[in-house]
C-alpha cells in the first residue's frame, strides 16, 4: 500500500482553487498517512498560455506566506502534511538563479524539479506540436530535461518525465526505445546525483494512458541501479488524489523495484511496496 501521496497541488498554484484542508480531507478519506503539498513555482512562465485571466505573476506563490500556511494546518490536520514546492525548471540564468535561492530554503521536505516549457512553449498546447514531427517533439523535450540538469540539480525528485507525452498527438505511438541514449543519459545524471525519479500517476488520465514515465523507463532505472522513486497523483483537485495508487506496487515490483521514499527536511524516508 502507498502511504503517502507527494506531488499535488492548491489554491497557491495558478492552475487550482482547491483549499489545503480539502486536500487533507480526501487524502484521509483515501487512507493515506500523509502527504506533500508542491504548488507551482516556475518563474518566468509566459502569461500568455495561462487559460484563465489571473492577478499577478503566473505560477508564483508568495514563499514565506505559503510555508507559514502548511505548518498551521499541519498542527490541526489529522494526517501528516508536507511542505513541498513543484520547481519549473528551464535553463535561463534568470530562472536558474531564482531557483537557486528557492531551494536555500530551509524550510521545505521535498523538491519536485519539472519541465514545463520547452523554449518559453508548453507541450499542454496544440502549438506546440503543429507543422512538426512530434517524434521530434518529444526528443527536444528530453534534450531540454538533460540541458536542464547539467545547469541546475538542487531538487529532489524529477517530476514527470515524459509529461510531454500526455499531449502528443493521438497519432503518434510513443516508444522509449527510440530515444534511448537520451533517456539513458538522463536517468545516469539522476543516479548519480541522488535524485529521485518520479512515479506520476497523473499521466493514466491522460492521452498517453499509463503512468509517467512509461515502464520501459522505470524497467531501466531499475537496471542501471536507480533506488530512489517517490509517488505522486499530480491531484489539482480532490478527486485525484492518490490516483490508481492500488496498481503501483506490482506494476513497480515487476520493473525491479523494491521501495519507494518520502522526503522529509528533503532526506529520504524509505517505504516498501
Not at 116 to 129: E, I, N, Q, R, S
Not at 132 to 158: G, P, T
Not at 201 to 224: E, M, V
Request: glycine share 6%; aromatic share 12%.
Amino acid at each position: 500500500m502507498i502511504l503517502y501521496d507527494t506531488h499535488m497541488h492548491t489554491e497557491f498554484s495558478t492552475d487550482s482553487d482547491t483549499p489545503v484542508m480539502v486536500q487533507t480531507e480526501r487524502a484521509e478519506q483515501a487512507g493515506l498517512r500523509g502527504i506533500c503539498i508542491t504548488d507551482h513555482m516556475d518563474y518566468d512562465f509566459p502569461a500568455e498560455l495561462c487559460d484563465e485571466p489571473f492577478t499577478g505573476e503566473p505560477f508564483v506563490f508568495d514563499v514565506d506566506r505559503y510555508q507559514r500556511h502548511l505548518r498551521k494546518e499541519k498542527e490541526q490536520a489529522p494526517i501528516d502534511i508536507l511542505c513541498g514546492v513543484e520547481c519549473g525548471l528551464q535553463s535561463t540564468e534568470n530562472v536558474i538563479n531564482k531557483n537557486k535561492k528557492l531551494a536555500a530554503n530551509q524550510n521545505w521536505d521535498f523538491i519536485i524539479g519539472s519541465l514545463h516549457l520547452v523554449h518559453k512553449t508548453d507541450p499542454y498546447y496544440d502549438f506546440f506540436w503543429a507543422g512538426r514531427d512530434a517524434r521530434e517533439c518529444v526528443k527536444e523535450y528530453f534534450d531540454s530535461i538533460l540541458d536542464n540538469l547539467q545547469h541546475f540539480s538542487s531538487f529532489d525528485s524529477l517530476g514527470h518525465f515524459d509529461y510531454v507525452v500526455r499531449y502528443a498527438p493521438s497519432s503518434f505511438h510513443y516508444e522509449p526505445n527510440h530515444y534511448i541514449d537520451l533517456i539513458d543519459a538522463i536517468l545516469r545524471l539522476l543516479i548519480k546525483k541522488d535524485i529521485a525519479l518520479e512515479v506520476n500517476t497523473g499521466g493514466w488520465d491522460s492521452k498517453c494512458g499509463c503512468q509517467n514515465p512509461h515502464f520501459d523507463i522505470l524497467q531501466r532505472y531499475a537496471s542501471l541501479g536507480g533506488e530512489l522513486i517517490t509517488i505522486g497523483s499530480d491531484a489539482h483537485t480532490p478527486e485525484d488524489i492518490s490516483y490508481r495508487f492500488d496498481e503501483l506496487p506490482a506494476l513497480l515490483k515487476k520493473a525491479g523495484l523494491r521501495q519507494y521514499c518520502v522526503y522529509q527536511k528533503r532526506k529520504p524516508v524509505f517505504f516498501d511496496l
